[in-house]
Nanobody, 115 residues
Framework: QVRLVESGGGLVQPGGSLRLSCLTS????????WGWYRQAPGKERELVAH???????NYAESVKGRFTISRDNAKNTVYLEMNSLKPEDTAVYYC?????????WGQGTQVTVSS
């Protein structure tokens, strides 16, 4: 079975930084992209960043220039480096595979940006 385990969230002040990790296990053969999503209270889940097998990166306009997605294939881990955090970034962050989403999402990791 595929398992998705997100970690690294927490409470941070505006302007601060966090690095999120997504550890994947099980068979993920056939996935050609890894992504980070977030869902704020009362809002739909949105894709904020993804990286392809070829290394191409894409970001939502709301996070472009502040977030960086990367992966370590040897560790089966995808990272999201978040800098210059804003209160609007407050959400539960999840990982999954854009274009071939695994139907059972992880618990996510809470990111709260507040003074």
């Amino acid at each position: 079975q595929v398992r998705l385990v997100e970690s690294g969230g927490g409470l941070v002040q505006p302007g601060g930084s966090l690095r999120l990790s997504c550890l994947t296990s099980g068979s993920i053969f056939g996935r050609n992209a890894w992504g980070w999503y977030r869902q704020a209270p009362g809002k739909e889940r949105e894709l904020v960043a993804h990286i392809t097998r070829g290394g191409s990166r894409n970001y939502a306009e709301s996070v472009k220039g502040r977030f960086t997605i990367s992966r370590d294939n040897a560790k089966n881990t995808v990272y999201l480096e978040m800098n210059s955090l804003k209160p609007e970034d407050t959400a539960v962050y999840y990982c999954n595979f854009p274009g071939f989403e695994y139907p059972y999402w992880g618990q996510g990791t809470q990111v709260t940006v507040s003074s």
